[in-house]
């Protein structure tokens, strides 16, 4: 199975994308972690990142296509990946599918995680990272025994550098003005899928398989 994942910032991709990891062991690849992973480890890529990062723009296209390039062709992306944040751009869409059209492993389906714009704001501010167990969680939707068993096993609960308020702003812009245009690019090739993505974490991940299954 390859998939992307396409969605605004905040529509649950990347929760979405460990479960399908889970349960079908195909690797999530999320371009947002690679970079944050690059940033923390202050590689030469993660510093020409930052800037963008911080301010809720796109980091170029050159960057982000070597770094899935190489991440694909890892052993364990062989049998297939859940691409998270990868394509966000028409250019994006074109280098991917010509990478792949090299290794002659075409797309399945592109799934859009539809998710009301109002919500979305609450679900970024609100999201957080439990530092000792890695669980995401939010402060508005998590039940309070999942927030506070994170507490007592001593964990902090993080927010990422670009889940204020301003950035988070210039990301849904960003998603909107350049990302929203890959719904028809996919609608026009036959391969889009679109989930409601609203509600429940499990009712969102039964509709999404069942939108796999069908694909
Ligand atoms: P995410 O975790 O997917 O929300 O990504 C966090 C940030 O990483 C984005 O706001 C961009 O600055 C950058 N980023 C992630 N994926 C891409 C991509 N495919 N193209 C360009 N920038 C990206």
Do not use: W
């Amino acid at each position: 199975m390859r998939i992307v994942l396409l969605g605004a910032p905040g529509s649950g991709k990347g929760t979405q994308a460990q479960r399908l990891q889970s349960e079908f062991g195909i690797p999530q690849i999320s371009t947002g972690d690679l970079l944050r992973q690059a940033v923390a480890d202050d590689t030469p890529l993660g510093q020409a990142a930052k800037a963008a990062m911080d301010a809720g723009e796109l980091v170029s296209d050159e960057i982000v296509l070597s770094m899935i390039k190489a991440r694909i062709a890892e052993p364990d992306a062989a049998t297939g990946f859940v691409l998270d944040g990868y394509p966000r751009n028409e250019a994006q869409a074109a280098a991917l599918a010509s990478v792949l059209e090299e290794i002659d492993q075409p797309l399945d389906c592109a799934v859009l995680m539809d998710v009301d714009f109002d919500i979305l704001m609450k679900r970024l501010t609100g999201r957080r990272t439990c530092s000792v167990t890695g669980k995401l969680l939010n402060v508005y939707f998590s039940p309070q025994a999942e927030l506070d068993a994170c507490i007592e096993a001593e964990g902090e609960l993080l927010q990422r550098a670009d889940d204020n308020e301003d950035t988070i702003r210039n990301r849904l812009e960003v998603y909107s003005s350049q990302t929203a245009p890959l719904i028809e690019h996919y609608r026009g090739l036959g391969q889009l899928r679109v989930v409601s993505a609203e509600g429940d974490i499990d009712a969102v991940y039964q509709r999404l398989t069942a939108a796999l299954s069908s694909a």
